[in-house]
T-cell receptor, first 115, second 113 residues
């Protein structure tokens, strides 16, 4: 199993551009989520999904869009990139939505710079 | 806002010593988890403790949970240089019936050989 795969690993954008960070998992996990990690801020939850067709907002959803059309994929869209979105983004998945089990499996991260 | 807060934010110890990190959280939880992150990598799950458990062990790791104080501690015994990493606690909560897993800001541990 590949686990959680994120692409791209590195990306540089100009302000106002849009892009999609891809996340795929091959563990048949129901729960998937996106975090951003900034120095001194730890990990902050952007959006999460508890199954195909179901998404919800986390702590810092503004400027980001998600959808979940399949169990495997959970892309994160930046609609109009801003320098404040410069960060390291992590996708994580879990076989449960947290109540029983809930161990998160993380991808290796996508490092985004917005100029 | 973030649910968990780790303390201390940075810790430097000699190899062989024990390392203790603390986590405090704000609202009731189902589970509390600890994760480790090596520099530039994704997080790796270490241990999960449920709200009805008080202590859990895994190898050199010992986790305690005090729900009355809304706090947890992670003890790493006989530390090794390879334990150098950042450690995060994560808690889950309820939001319209679904669960959000939120993280603290982490404790950066340096183990000096």
């Amino acid at each position: 199993n590949a686990g959680v795969t994120q692409t791209p690993k590195f990306q540089v954008l100009k302000t106002g551009q849009s892009m999609t960070l891809q996340c795929a998992q091959d563990m048949n996990h129901e729960y998937m989520s996106w975090y951003r990690q900034d120095p001194g801020m730890g990990l902050r939850l952007i959006h999460y999904s508890v199954g195909a067709g179901i998404t919800d907002q986390g702590e810092v959803p503004n400027g980001y869009n998600v959808s979940r059309s399949t169990t495997e994929d959970f892309p994160l869209r930046l609609l109009s990139a801003a320098p404040s979105q410069t960060s390291v983004y992590f996708c994580a998945s879990s076989y449960s939505s947290g109540g029983h089990g809930g161990e998160l499996f993380f991808g290796e991260g996508s490092r985004l710079t917005v100029l | 806002s973030q649910q968990g807060e780790e303390d201390p934010q940075a810790l430097s110890i000699q190899e062989g010593e024990n390392a203790t990190m603390n986590c405090s959280y704000k609202t009731s939880i189902n589970n509390l988890q600890w994760y480790r992150q090596n520099s530039g990598r994704g997080l790796v799950h270490l241990i999960l403790i449920r709200s009805n458990e008080r202590e859990k062990h895994s190898g050199r790791l010992r986790v305690t949970l005090d729900t009355s104080k809304k706090s947890s501690s992670l003890l790493i015994t006989a530390s090794r240089a390879a334990d150098t990493a950042s450690y995060f606690c994560a808690t889950d909560g309820q939001s319209g019936g679904y669960q959000k897993v939120t993280f603290g800001i982490g404790t950066k541990l340096q183990v000096i050989p």
